[in-house]
């Protein structure tokens, strides 16, 4: 029997431009509305990410933020 989807948690959340526009794109794409494209990409992420690229990526991201909060 399949689990019941419910959307039980809402939190105010922060995003990049890039990072929204990202989201909406997958959303539309995969036909889904945002909060069921988040659930769907944290539910399965450690089979949707690649681990090596995940690392590089947020060593790269992490060396960047505080310039990109100026």
Known sequence: MPKRFRLTRRFPVAMTEDGYRRLK?????S???EGEALSFIFENFSSVINEENLIARMRLFNSELDARKK
């Open 25 to 29: 794109k997958f959303s539309t794409d």
């Open 31 to 33: 036909g889904l509305d």
